[in-house]
């Protein structure tokens, strides 16, 4: 499968500010996922990028796919204690079978 | 509307022993099914898929295998455990027209 690498591996934030989480990947990529897993529970699919340069919001939540389709980013503003989980990003197989997910970025709010 | 089961929630199995878990999917027809395998603070590593009855794609060899004995049915079996089986298991469908994967709620193995 394709893999990426996805930085921070852990995002400390206060409530109220804003942070980026990146997904990238050495080779270029077809589509990819972003999934939200909150502690104790599965993982809940987010969105789907598709198109190079492609930016979809989600409330607060703003997704973006790079314009040579190798990386994405998520980008929360004004965090809130519902943000808290863990985020991975999963790009598409060339089969479309498969996903192949990153290692997430876990995010912790400060109230 | 779709929904996804899998049990049991939790499960604490001696070394060596073997082990079944379960998915079941409702509400849709011929889903493509996939097992996953999440390590304590770890990301999600493909065990494996299944595109139709019957049809068994391997990820990982390792001492685990699937099965796919009906359309909406999906089992993870194993003859022995290990130490290294432990972990959270994750069953998950898709439809083939759309993209995203829905998960069930997961088992919490824990091999002692």
């Known amino acids: 499968g394709q893999q990426v690498m996805q930085i921070p591996q852990y995002q400390h934030v206060q409530e109220g500010e804003d942070f980026t989480t990146y997904c990238n990947s050495s080779?270029?990529?077809?589509?990819i996922q972003w999934y939200k897993q909150r502690p104790g529970g599965h993982p809940v699919f987010l969105i789907q990028l598709v198109k190079s340069g492609e930016v979809k919001k989600q409330k607060r939540l703003t997704f973006q796919f790079g314009e040579a389709k190798k990386n994405s980013s998520l980008h929360i503003t004004a965090t809130q204690t519902t943000d808290v989980g863990t985020y991975f990003c999963a790009p598409r197989s060339a089969n479309d079978y498969k996903l192949s997910f990153g290692a997430g970025t876990t995010v912790t709010v400060r109230a | 509307s779709q929904t996804i089961h899998q049990w049991p929630a939790t499960l604490v199995q001696p070394v060596g022993s073997p082990l079944s878990l379960e998915c079941t999917v409702e509400?849709?027809?011929?889903?493509?099914l996939y097992w996953y395998r999440q390590a304590a603070g770890r990301g999600l590593q493909l065990l494996f898929y299944s595109v139709g009855i019957g049809q068994i794609s391997s990820e990982v060899p390792q001492n685990l295998s699937a099965s796919r004995p009906q359309d909406r049915q999906f089992i993870l079996s194993s003859k022995k455990l290990l130490l290294s089986d432990s972990g959270f298991y994750l069953c998950?469908?898709?439809?083939?027209?759309?993209?995203?994967?829905?998960f069930g709620p997961g088992t919490r193995l824990t091999v002692t």
């Open positions: 080779t270029t990529l077809s589509n």
């Open positions: 509400g849709t027809s011929n889903p493509n």
């Open positions: 998950a469908w898709r439809i083939v027209t759309t993209a995203e994967q829905y």
